[in-house]
């Protein structure tokens, strides 16, 4: 067992086994790492800024207190550019891809993220993270990467993420080679292995999900929920519901405890048809982590990964989690059921 190791170590020890490695993804990954850190030290004080000032005021100390979501965006924004491993970006704050500036070298690698999702709840402490999804570029040379290199579809992720700012900060990722768990110790300012190569259950009983859009979603979901809540259909368990409203704290949960997360396709906006969530900073990386948890990702009718994006902001409906629990909310979408 390898617990207790530096995400640094224990990317280095399984990148022996592929003699390619540069140094260049290590770099990358160090820099949202550092990143993850500053940003998780301005949640921590967050319930501090009544005390200190309101948003965009001045805190007493006369400094401008700003938003956690664009601190950390920006925070983000400024560790990337300055790696000098990253040839395009874009986040889930701004509608167009974020420029190197010319005086930093540009690397191979895109980097799409969520900088603080789950925003909503911050003010009642709740958790919340950061996603990341990670590509490697397809224009050739070493200028600035551009859309082409960012619309990849998710089974091109080489790595993806989150970090979640919760009880303690903890980082989940995966590279392809498993998925592995990593908290933050805040006195030797290290995340540290806790959970090797994480496994999600194939059937669990959780269901996250707003129960709230219920009358606005297809027959086929209304049909799936009513079926989990059905004392009479059989379950080998109960269903029981957990929602936080926080993708990486709902995710996180059903992935070490077993369960499925729906975010399903409403007909609440007409302007979103698809439902909430962003293929690309959100579905994407967290279909790479189910994937590689040995878990699976679904819209429904498509494998998440499969999907050809269109646009950076693109909205997919997202039905996530254990394989056999996916399976049969398909079966009931399709109206197979
Ligand atoms: P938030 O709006 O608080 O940022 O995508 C954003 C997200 O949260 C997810 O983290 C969360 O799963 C979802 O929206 C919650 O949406 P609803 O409030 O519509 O349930």
């Known amino acids: 067992m390898n617990l207790g190791m530096t995400v640094i170590e224990h990317l280095l020890l399984t990148q022996k086994e592929t003699p390619a490695a540069t140094g260049a993804f290590t770099r990358l990954l160090n820099g949202l790492i550092v990143a993850a850190k500053i940003i998780s030290r301005e949640v921590n004080k967050a319930g501090l800024v009544n005390i200190l000032g309101f948003t965009g005021q001045q805190n007493v100390q006369g400094e401008q207190v700003r938003k956690l979501d664009d601190y950390a965006n920006d925070t983000i924004i400024r560790r990337l550019q300055t790696c000098g491993e990253v040839c395009a970006m874009a986040t889930e704050e701004d509608a167009d891809l974020i420029s190197i500036p010319r005086q930093y070298r540009k690397g191979n690698y895109v980097v799409i993220f969520d ?50 700012y919760g009880s303690s900060t903890v980082m989940v990722y995966t590279a392809g080679n498993g998925v592995h768990g990593f908290t933050l110790d ?142 049969t909310a398909e079966e009931f979408i399709q109206g197979m059921r």
């Not at 958790?127 to 200028?143: C, K, W």
């Not at 379950?235 to 957990?242: I, L």
């Not at 992935?255 to 499925?260: A, D, E, H, S, W």
């Open 186 to 327: 805040p006195s030797v300012g290290e995340f540290l292995l806790s959970e090797e190569n994480i496994r999600i259950p194939a059937r669990g009983n959780i269901f996250s999900v707003n129960e709230g859009n219920y009358n606005h979603w297809d027959e086929g979901v209304q049909k799936y929920i009513n079926f989990l809540k059905d004392p009479q259909a059989g379950h080998h368990k109960a269903y029981t519901s957990r929602y936080i409203g926080s993708l990486v704290a709902d995710f996180h949960r059903n992935l070490l405890y077993g369960g499925i997360f729906l975010y399903p396709a409403d007909h609440r906006d007409p302007r979103k048809p698809a439902g909430k969530l962003r293929l690309m900073c959100e579905a994407n990386p967290m279909a790479l982590v189910v994937e590689q948890a040995g878990g699976a990702a679904s819209t429904g009718h498509q494998r998440i990964l499969d999907i050809i994006p269109q646009e950076l902001h693109q909205r997919v409906p997202l039905i996530i989690g254990s394989k056999e629990n996916v399976k």
């Open 115 to 164: 900088p603080l999702d789950g925003s909503s709840n911050i003010d009642a402490n709740v958790s919340i993270g950061t996603i990341f999804s990670i590509f490697r570029r397809l224009t050739p040379g070493d200028g600035e990467g551009n859309l082409e290199d960012a619309l990849q579809p998710g089974y091109n992720q080489v790595a993806a993420g989150y970090f979640i």
